[in-house]
């Protein structure tokens, strides 16, 4: 049932880096595509960096020049490298793929739990 985790996310003071992990299941890793989103408190979930299939990599105006994203095809893990981190970057941080259109999932995709990334400074 589980098709994504997360994990990484720690507490961390402004300026410094964290490496933010997200292990996929065959079938959501086999969708060629993912998203990092994050959600801070009482703000909405936006879009962090997605990864199409071909391997470009799309950033936030936020993340670009700060953050990677990246795929380990042999461990079917995904990496979000944060970097010169800002308390303002201090959100939960969601792994999302894709499902297949016959997944009950299809219509939202598939989520990770969620990891906590705090930055004070």
């Known amino acids: 049932q589980v098709q994504l985790v997360e994990s990484g996310g720690d507490l961390v003071q402004a300026g410094g880096s964290l490496r933010l992990s997200c292990v996929a299941s065959?079938?959501?890793?086999?969708?060629?595509?993912m998203a990092w989103y994050r959600q801070a408190p009482e703000k909405q979930r936006e879009l962090v960096a997605a990864?199409?299939?071909?391997?470009?990599?799309y950033y936030e105006d936020f993340a670009e020049g700060r953050f990677t994203f990246s795929r380990d095809n042999a461990k079917k893990t995904a990496h979000l490298q944060m970097n010169d981190l800002r308390p303002d970057d201090t959100a939960v941080y969601y792994c999302?793929?894709?499902?297949?259109?016959?997944?009950?999932?299809?219509?939202?995709?598939?989520w990770g739990q969620g990891t906590q990334v705090t930055v004070f400074s």
């Open positions: 999302n793929a894709p499902a297949p259109v016959w997944s009950e999932q299809a219509d939202v995709g598939y």
């Open positions: 065959e079938i959501a890793w086999s969708m060629n595509a």
């Open positions: 990864i199409s299939g071909d391997g470009s990599v």
